[in-house]
């Protein structure tokens, strides 16, 4: 293009990362029993950008026993008061919204157009949301004084790390539970941040406990038998693990799991838009988005032409340096998810289907995948079948509404999907007939802290957001 | 990278209005195209055009929006800026327009800034009919268009032999270019041969002395629905440009709109190989505001509508707050308005 | 001038075969097998053997199998009827109970070793507890669902739906009211249900699939099998075509490996809660445990292109 846009990097000089950090217990950051250290890496340069601290299941334990202590304070105060602390969050989020961004597309490796139009805003929305149920859960339909359930225990995921720590820990504390959290291996740090705004808002110490690791800290963390709630974000597999752990216990358990959004194009869709729903649906974030429109499913008779449109249009998508304000495409999170996306992307060819990417210079350090393309697909690719996680749409047809509607539903997964169409009544009836959590009917991708979301089948059970969202922290 | 921008910038600060137009231009007369058929009828048009994909509102102010954020700094501020300018019509439609005012404007259109010769001319001035040859003696000898709008503007609402008249009154005159509005009344109410052959009548008229503009004044049609259909029809009958309001109205150009007409023309010359150029006017009154306009053209159909010979902007007071903005970018600290010159 | 008959032997009755009620049909367990029902016997008389009451089928995983079958195929129908005409199809189950009081009154009080009396307060419970769910139908949506403000040009709106096909382990005491306790919030919401009836006192729940059966209930909807719970349960636990599973009927040890299997295709599961009385109001923790919210947006748009994006 001649419009040739120069760098416009955002500056990373408004955070300060320590060089270790610890875990986060009983409101002071304190060394692991064990010593075992980890690095977190930013995954477009590979720079290391801090060392954390591996909690080991001693650790696990110390964190709990925090939460159980706090408890019973907690959950005493009155509504209104925890409403004050978790307002006192939101606001400082606010304040502080600018850093975490940076922060986060540093660790996470995405977009800092996303971590600033998207996370952030979404974060201090959903502590804004849940800080006023606090004192209202009396009217919230689960009977009046309902009971928290004590000690929530959390393990959230690398592609969101504070939205999703947002997700679980606003409602937690609403509803006068205490938690221990323990975000992903890769994207620890805006949860470690995040104990500083707790500091900062004077939130009573134990009432947020934040222990990193890996899986291994996770399933410490999930089988401890004082942890009252467990609530789970992240893939299909782990949470099955969860789900047989706490079996026989009286843990309630919350799961939101993996995805293969079907996104459904039919031949009377505003097609600019649909393009743009697309893109959305299925390179926010890389990809990496359990929600993803991973599937495009589009009306055979205007296949040819759409497709065109979206190769012209994933021609002008700008990747390279998160941290740029014009970058759309960042980094993918890690080694291992670009090695999961690069073997499934093989195999999508190797099983026929047609692979296709623009133009697309990749930077030569941190990990990277060119936003792709499959044509030719059917029901039976592994890509038409398996979440690859990342920047890559497989895409299928079919002929009629009935047609479209047995494609995406045949899924293990029912999380998201889409559909477009300028017509109202094909909206409501198919949407009424997509086995789905969470349905955009043109449009995709949209999240807010009223709406509830989580799966069907396979992708998980149990809603976050909205007053869906208490009922997991609550006694009912 | 540099090298490649460093190229088109030289090209630009020479900014010819007239680039070599990547497609066979159309000269008067009914226009022949591919999609000829749909043009026989009321009920053919009708068919055509509602049969068009349709706009979803909130998609498309969202994706409007969302290009609205791209950051533009230095190197590519000052390309932006300078193309921004080359790209204005520079603009005095009033009762109170007198041979002075438009003197003063073909001046500034000619020379934009007196303090630094190398700012670009901009594309065009545009008056009424009767301040055409006045303009046109002051921009002679540059490279600078003189635009007339015509046919009962703004509000279009006379005898077609009238609007005719009008239009060759400014043809006569030396108008280069006619801006029409087309007939909303008879849009809405669904005669669209009726708006397809007034057109052509004026493209009729212009011949091959002056490219036509066809005004569609969005913020009457209101729907973006009616905006596209307007587009197609505006472009079926041989509109040169499409152009979104006459400024005279409560809604001009917005992003939405302009990004909606850009798609209209990406995808008529995808159709029939004709490139049609796309004008905002109204409302365009910042730098910031015109350069999320360019990042729109970058954006939608790139490099091929980024030149004054196929995008321009209606406006008067955006071209000042350009110079003042370029004047902070080459002396490192910011102007005033009283270093450039009031219209 | 009528004949007087001096004195008559009792009449002989006729025993009633109690079959599977599955798909709509009233099929023998595919295995051939039966066990033995006998009455319950009160804690006095623990040393001795209950009388036999009938030869309940015993139920095999083949069984299981065909009953997911008929309730896969019955949940488009079922789900997609309208919530008015499910609480008519309810509250007719209901009438046709009614009518055939004495007949479960005479189950109950053997099934459970309680007095006439006391079975029939049962059995009017039960009776009662169809009433209730059938008014739910219509209203569940409106209670648990519901439009959710977001900040955008959006309609965004939650709406209830059933899960899918839920297995159902009744209660093994309260034969009948805890059974109807369990069906009938499972398919009020637009599921449908594999029944596993209390393993000691199945007969109450063969005889209601006898009222389902005529009381317009779609065929499939509700399936109920007799046997040994844990050896149904196992498969129909592990079935990746079952969406959830009730296991009320479950002790501890089972319940915690049923809760296993079910993770292999994340089922739902309502863990058995103890219950002291069935007649208590019931809530609507039933329904909802079988519900998933589905959450639709749509853009608003707006009237006209009047708005400035900028």
Same mark, same amino acid.
């Given at each position: 293009m001649a419009f040739e846009y120069a760098p416009a990097p955002e500056s990373r000089a408004i955070v300060n990362i320590a060089p270790l950090y610890g875990l986060f217990i009983d409101g002071e950051f304190v060394e692991s029993s064990g010593g075992d250290l980890n690095k977190t890496v930013s995954p477009s340069t590979e720079e290391v950008l801090a060392e954390y601290t591996q909690a080991n299941a001693e650790d696990v334990d110390r964190a709990v026993k925090a939460a159980r202590k706090a408890f019973e304070k907690w959950s005493a105060l009155p509504g209104a008061e925890r409403a004050k602390y978790l307002f006192r969050i939101a606001r400082i989020i606010q304040e502080r919204s600018r850093e975490l961004a940076v922060l986060e597309t540093l660790d996470n490796g995405k977009p800092i157009r996303e971590t600033r139009d998207a996370d952030l805003p979404l974060v201090a929305a959903h502590f804004f949301y849940y800080a006023g149920w606090a004192d209202k859960l009396d009217h919230a339909g689960f009977g009046t004084n309902p009971r928290p359930l004590g000690v929530a225990g959390q393990v959230i995921p690398w592609n969101f790390p504070l939205l999703m720590l947002a997700w679980k820990i606003a409602p937690a504390l609403a509803t006068g539970n205490t938690v221990v959290l323990k975000p992903a291996e890769t994207t620890p740090l805006s949860a470690l941040f995040f104990a500083d705004i707790c500091r900062q808002a004077g939130l009573p110490k134990g009432v947020v406990n934040i222990v990193t690791g890996d899986g291994r800290t996770g399933a410490a963390l999930v089988a401890h038998p004082d942890v009252n709630k467990v609530a789970f974000t992240g893939s299909t597999a782990v949470g099955k693990e969860i789900a047989r752990t706490v079996a026989g216990s009286r843990k309630k358990l919350t799961l939101e799991l993996g995805g293969k959004g079907a996104n459904i194009v039919f031949d009377d869709a505003p097609i600019d838009q649909a393009v743009?729903?697309?893109?959305?649906?299925?390179?926010?974030?890389?990809?990496?988005?359990?929600?993803?429109?991973?599937? =495009?499913?589009?009306? *055979?008779?205007?296949? *040819?032409?759409?497709? *065109?449109?979206?190769?012209?249009?994933?021609?002008?998508?700008?990747?390279?340096? %998160?941290?740029?304000?014009?970058?759309?495409?960042?980094?993918?999170?890690?080694?291992?998810? =670009?090695?999961?996306?690069?073997?499934?992307?093989?195999?999508?060819?190797?099983?026929?289907?047609?692979?296709?990417?623009?133009?697309?210079?990749? %930077?030569?350090?941190?990990?990277?995948?060119?936003?792709?393309?499959?044509?030719?697909?059917?029901?039976a690719h592994t890509i038409a079948r398996d979440e690859i996680f990342g920047p890559v749409l497989s895409v299928l047809t079919f002929r009629t509404p009935d047609e479209a509607v047995a494609k995406a539903n045949n899924s293990q997964y029912g999380l998201s999907a889409g559909i477009w169409t300028e017509k109202g009544s094909r909206i409501l009836a198919v949407a009424n007939k997509l086995r789905a959590g969470v349905i955009w009917s043109n449009t995709f991708n949209k999240f807010d802290p009223t709406s509830p979301f989580g799966g069907y089948k396979e992708s998980g059970f149990g809603r976050e957001g909205g007053r869906h969202g208490l009922e997991a922290y609550l006694d009912v | 990278m540099y090298s490649r921008y460093a190229r088109r910038y030289a090209r630009l600060v020479t900014m010819p209005t007239n680039?070599?137009?990547?497609?066979?231009?159309?000269?008067?007369?009914?226009?022949?195209?591919?999609? $000829?058929?749909?043009?026989?009828?009321?009920?053919?048009?009708?068919?055509?055009?509602?049969?068009?994909p349709g706009v979803d509102a909130v998609g498309l102010e969202a994706r409007a929006a969302s290009l609205g954020t791209r950051s533009i700094k230095t190197t590519a501020k000052a390309y932006a800026i300078d193309l921004a300018i080359s790209m204005v019509d520079l603009t005095t439609l009033e009762g109170a327009d007198t041979p002075g005012k438009v003197r003063a404007l073909g001046a500034k259109a000619v020379h934009p800034d007196p303090t630094d010769r190398t700012t670009p001319a901009t594309a065009a001035v545009c008056v009424y009919p009767d301040m055409v040859a006045t303009a046109k003696a002051a921009v002679a000898g540059s490279s600078v268009k003189v635009a007339s709008v015509a046919t009962a503007f703004p509000a279009g609402r006379a005898p077609i032999a009238v609007k005719l008249a009008d239009v060759r009154e400014a043809i006569d005159a030396g108008a280069d270019e006619i801006d029409m509005v087309i007939d909303r009344g008879a849009f809405l109410a669904g005669h669209y041969a009726k708006v397809y052959e007034e057109i052509v009548a004026v493209k009729e008229t212009c011949g091959t002395s002056a490219r036509l503009k066809v005004i569609f004044e969005t913020g009457e049609l209101s729907t973006y629905d009616n905006i596209r259909r307007a587009s197609w029809l505006g472009m079926l009958a041989?509109?040169?440009?499409?152009?979104?309001?006459?400024?005279?109205?409560?809604? #001009?150009?917005?992003?939405? #709109?302009?990004?909606?007409?850009?798609?209209?023309?990406?995808?008529?010359?995808? $159709?029939?190989?004709? $490139?049609? +150029?796309?004008?905002?006017?109204?409302?365009?009154?910042?730098?910031?505001?015109?350069?999320?306009?360019?990042?729109?053209?970058?954006?939608?159909?790139?490099?091929? &509508?980024?030149? #004054?010979? &196929?995008?321009?902007?209606?406006?008067?007071?955006?071209?000042?707050?350009?110079?003042? $903005?370029?004047?902070?970018?080459?002396?490192?600290?910011?102007? +005033?308005?009283?270093?450039?010159?009031?219209? | 001038m009528s004949e007087k008959t001096e004195k008559t032997e009792p009449r002989l009755s006729v025993f009633k075969t109690y079959k599977l009620y599955v798909g709509g049909k009233f099929p023998r367990s595919e295995s051939g097998r039966v066990y033995e029902v006998t009455t319950k016997t009160s804690a006095a008389g623990a040393a001795g053997k209950g009388n036999w009451l009938a030869n309940a089928p015993l139920s095999s995983r083949k069984d299981a199998r065909d009953a997911v079958v008929a309730a896969r195929k019955a949940f488009g129908g079922?789900?997609?009827?309208?919530?008015?005409?499910?609480?008519?199809?309810?509250?007719?189950?209901?009438?046709?109970?009614?009518?055939?009081?004495?007949?479960?009154?005479?189950?109950?009080?053997?099934?459970?070793?309680?007095?006439?009396?006391?079975?029939?307060?049962?059995?009017?419970?039960?009776?009662?507890r169809w009433v209730w769910y059938a008014g739910w139908t219509d209203k569940i949506a409106q209670v648990v669902g519901g439009g959710n403000p977001v900040a955008g040009p959006y309609f965004n709106l939650s709406s209830p739906e059933p899960t899918g096909v839920v297995t159902v382990l009744a209660p093994q005491e309260s034969s009948f009211l805890g059974l109807v306790s369990v069906i009938a919030p499972v398919i009020a919401t637009g599921n449908t249900a594999v029944v596993v009836a209390s393993e000691k006192s199945p007969l109450p729940a063969l005889s209601l699939g006898e009222v389902l059966a005529t009381s317009d209930l779609p065929g499939g909807v509700v399936n109920i099998l007799s046997g040994r719970t844990a050896e149904i349960a196992t498969p129909l636990a592990a079935h990746q075509d079952v969406n959830a599973i009730d296991l009320a009927g479950a002790d501890d040890v089972l319940a915690k490996e049923l809760e296993i299997a079910a993770a292999d295709n994340l089922k739902r599961v309502l863990r058995p809660q103890p219950v002291d009385n069935w007649s208590e109001t019931p809530g609507i923790d039933r329904m909802t445990a079988f519900l998933e919210t589905k959450t639709v947006w749509h853009p608003t748009g707006s009237l006209g292109a009047s708005g400035s994006s900028y």
């Open positions: 743009e729903g697309i893109v959305s649906g299925i390179f926010f974030n890389q990809g990496q988005v359990c929600c993803a429109g991973s599937r =495009l499913l589009v009306q *055979e008779s205007i296949q *040819e032409e759409l497709l *065109e449109s979206l190769k012209r249009r994933l021609s002008t998508l700008r990747l390279g340096d %998160p941290l740029d304000k014009n970058t759309d495409i960042g980094a993918i999170n890690s080694a291992e998810q =670009l090695a999961r996306i690069t073997a499934l992307t093989a195999q999508g060819e190797a099983e026929g289907a047609e692979r296709w990417s623009p133009a697309c210079e990749l %930077p030569s350090s941190g990990y990277w995948f060119a936003p792709t393309l499959f044509t030719n697909v059917t029901q | 680039a070599p137009s990547p497609t066979a231009e159309r000269v008067g007369g009914t226009p022949t195209h591919a999609l $000829q058929d749909v043009t026989a009828s009321d009920s053919t048009l009708r068919r055509f055009l509602h049969g068009l041989g509109a040169d440009f499409i152009k979104t309001s006459t400024g005279k109205v409560a809604v #001009n150009a917005t992003p939405a #709109n302009t990004l909606l007409m850009l798609e209209a023309v990406r995808d008529f010359r995808a $159709q029939t190989g004709v $490139q049609v +150029g796309v004008k905002p006017a109204g409302g365009i009154r910042t730098t910031k505001d015109a350069v999320k306009f360019l990042v729109l053209v970058n954006e939608t159909v790139g490099e091929d &509508w980024l030149d #004054n010979h &196929w995008f321009r902007f209606g406006a008067s007071s955006l071209l000042n707050d350009l110079l003042m $903005q370029r004047q902070k970018l080459a002396t490192g600290r910011y102007s +005033g308005p009283d270093y450039v010159t009031v219209d | 079922w789900s997609g009827a309208t919530a008015y005409n499910r609480g008519q199809i309810l509250y007719r189950v209901a009438e046709m109970l009614e009518g055939r009081k004495a007949q479960f009154v005479h189950e109950v009080a053997d099934a459970e070793g309680l007095s006439k009396s006391k079975a029939a307060v049962q059995v009017d419970a039960a009776i009662d």
